[in-house]
């Protein structure tokens, strides 16, 4: 049966029409190569267009086919082609997988049904009761859940620290660690963890590091780049960045790695269905211009906010009054999309704008094409505990605004409006 991403990919290639660039990312290649298969290092913009592709092999239609199917003829007992049962494989999920993990620089790739089951099969695949994780203070509320109110319920005990804090970090690898996880920028402060230095701390102390690069993608931060064993993305976000899907990714270099995730997503059953992987694939390909115009619009948006009367903070990781302005330079390309603020009048004043936007959407997801506002601690944090969330700088009065692809003059003149409220 097809657990490994290299089984999954090897029979696709063979089915494939296209030259080297859809081979599968070959296992124990060195790191560092986009994973573009047996060829030269293509740059971001072409691997989000061709990366995995398969053209289909009887038609020869460019776009990788939808494989909607459950199940594989086999040609003999004990002779498939790759794939036996869509639960475990399935080709157009595989390309996607191909695809992202050619973008993040890595071998192997297992894409989930959401951003919480990826996280959830990580969990599975490498703890026990009795184990520990470090996570960061501020993480995506469902993360927060997920440990808290779930894993604590199987033994698994997870600490929440200021992963910001090279002295706060160090002290929590003090006792043994399973695994470090990081969310950088972090939803929705925006604080940002020094990856590079998170790495060797994690591994000096025999824990491995798990980023979730969500927030920027690899079209902005390079995870592995800076010592990453595995990177998360709900590619609910800008990954397939039209509010269309919801989805998840693993990725790593590390073949043990890819295998126990793959198990684990095999036994408790989380696989991408292949409609949304295949929208996922289409949305991806315009994931590093998109990312530039996000992060272009925000620093546009973040300007005026701070210009603004009415507006008491603001929050966003490309403006040279951001704390960690330097080691945002060094550590992402861009500012990215999102942007966190305060106003005057507090809570109350927070709440009317929101509910006074036109053009922004008041929701809970981020990463869409289309601005969306949101009140964290009542939206996407609520599950977090107050204590958590006021040690985290989760304030009841953040609002938090995902800048989309409209005409940032639009956006302006849309909030314009709604600080008037
Ligand atoms: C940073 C981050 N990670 C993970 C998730 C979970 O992803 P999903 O909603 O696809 O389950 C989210 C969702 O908002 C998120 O913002």
Same mark, same amino acid.
């Given at each position: 049966?097809?657990?490994?991403?290299?089984?999954?990919?090897?029979?696709?290639?063979?089915?494939?029409?296209?030259?080297?660039?859809?081979?599968?990312?070959?296992?124990?290649?060195?790191?560092?190569?986009?994973?573009?298969?047996?060829?030269?290092?293509?740059?971001?913009?072409?691997?989000?267009?061709?990366?995995?592709?398969?053209?289909?092999?009887?038609?020869?239609?460019?776009?990788?086919?939808?494989?909607?199917?459950?199940?594989?003829?086999?040609?003999?007992?004990?002779?498939?082609?790759?794939?036996?049962?869509?639960?475990?494989?399935?080709?157009?999920?595989?390309?996607?997988?191909?695809?992202?993990?050619?973008?993040?620089?890595?071998?192997?790739?297992?894409?989930?049904?959401?951003?919480?089951?990826?996280?959830?099969?990580?969990?599975?695949?490498?703890?026990?009761?009795?184990?520990?994780?470090?996570?960061?203070?501020?993480?995506?509320?469902?993360?927060?859940?997920?440990?808290?109110?779930?894993?604590?319920?199987?033994?698994?005990?997870?600490?929440?620290?200021?992963?910001?804090?090279?002295?706060?970090?160090?002290?929590?690898?003090?006792?043994?660690?399973?695994?470090?996880?990081?969310?950088?920028?972090?939803?929705?402060?925006?604080?940002?963890?020094?990856?590079?230095? #998170?790495?060797?701390?994690?591994?000096?102390? &025999? /824990?491995?590091?798990?980023?979730? @690069?969500?927030?920027?993608?690899? $079209? +902005?931060?390079?995870?592995?780049?800076?010592?990453?064993?595995?990177?998360?993305?709900?590619?609910?976000?800008?990954?397939?960045?039209?509010?269309?899907?919801?989805?998840?990714?693993?990725?790593?270099?590390?073949?043990?790695?890819?295998?126990?995730?793959?198990?684990?997503?095999?036994?408790?059953?989380?696989?991408?269905?292949?409609?949304?992987?295949?929208?996922?694939?289409?949305?991806?390909?315009?994931?590093?211009?998109?990312?530039?115009?996000?992060?272009?619009?925000?620093?546009?948006?973040?300007?005026?906010?701070?210009?603004?009367?009415?507006?008491?903070?603001?929050?966003?990781?490309?403006?040279?009054?951001?704390?960690?302005?330097?080691?945002?330079?060094?550590?992402?390309?861009?500012?990215?999309?999102?942007? #966190?603020?305060?106003?005057?009048?507090?809570? &109350? /004043?927070?709440?009317?704008?929101? @509910?006074?936007?036109?053009?922004? $959407? +008041?929701?809970?997801?981020?990463?869409?094409?289309?601005?969306?506002?949101?009140?964290?601690?009542?939206?996407?944090?609520?599950?977090?505990?107050?204590?958590?969330?006021?040690?985290?700088?989760?304030?009841?009065?953040?609002?938090?605004?995902?800048?989309?692809?409209?005409?940032?003059?639009?956006?302006?003149?849309?909030?314009?409006?709604?600080?008037?409220?």
């Amino acid at each position: 049966m097809a657990t490994t991403q290299e089984e999954i990919t090897r029979t696709s290639d063979e089915e494939s029409t296209e030259p080297s660039l859809t081979a599968p990312p070959q296992p124990g290649r060195p790191s560092g190569d986009p994973g573009a298969g047996l060829l030269p290092r293509y740059e971001l913009e072409t691997l989000a267009l061709h990366a995995g592709a398969i053209a289909d092999p009887t038609t020869g239609a460019m776009l990788t086919p939808i494989y909607q199917t459950t199940t594989y003829r086999q040609e003999a007992v004990g002779r498939d082609k790759g794939f036996t049962y869509s639960r475990s494989g399935n080709p157009t999920v595989s390309a996607l997988e191909r695809r992202l993990a050619a973008l993040e620089g890595a071998e192997f790739c297992t894409c989930y049904a959401t951003g919480l089951a990826a996280t959830t099969a990580l969990c599975l695949a490498l703890l026990r009761s009795g184990d520990r994780v470090v996570c960061s203070q501020a993480v995506y509320g469902g993360t927060v859940r997920l440990f808290r109110e779930v894993l604590a319920r199987f033994g698994v005990e997870a600490e929440f620290v200021d992963t910001a804090s090279e002295l706060a970090l160090a002290d929590s690898l003090a006792k043994p660690t399973r695994f470090v996880f990081i969310e950088t920028p972090a939803n929705p402060t925006l604080k940002l963890t020094d990856i590079y230095l #998170a790495a060797r701390l994690a591994h000096r102390a &025999e /824990a491995l590091l798990v980023v979730d @690069n969500t927030l920027l993608t690899p $079209a +902005l931060q390079r995870p592995f780049e800076l010592g990453a064993d595995i990177v998360l993305h709900s590619t609910t976000k800008f990954i397939e960045g039209h509010n269309a899907t919801v989805g998840g990714a693993l990725i790593t270099r590390d073949a043990e790695l890819q295998e126990q995730l793959a198990f684990a997503r095999n036994a408790i059953g989380a696989i991408q269905s292949p409609f949304p992987a295949w929208l996922t694939l289409q949305g991806v390909k315009t994931l590093p211009l998109r990312m530039a115009r996000h992060s272009e619009n925000a620093l546009h948006l973040a300007r005026f906010l701070m210009a603004h009367e009415r507006v008491t903070k603001v929050v966003y990781p490309g403006l040279e009054s951001f704390p960690q302005f330097e080691l945002m330079q060094r550590q992402q390309s861009a500012g990215g999309a999102l942007i #966190a603020f305060e106003v005057k009048g507090g809570v &109350e /004043a927070g709440i009317r704008l929101m @509910n006074s936007v036109r053009l922004c $959407a +008041l929701a809970e997801n981020l990463g869409a094409s289309e601005t969306i506002i949101t009140h964290p601690a009542s939206m996407t944090h609520a599950d977090v505990p107050r204590s958590q969330r006021e040690a985290a700088g989760i304030t009841d009065g953040l609002v938090r605004l995902s800048v989309g692809l409209e005409n940032p003059s639009d956006l302006i003149g849309d909030l314009v409006q709604a600080l008037k409220s």
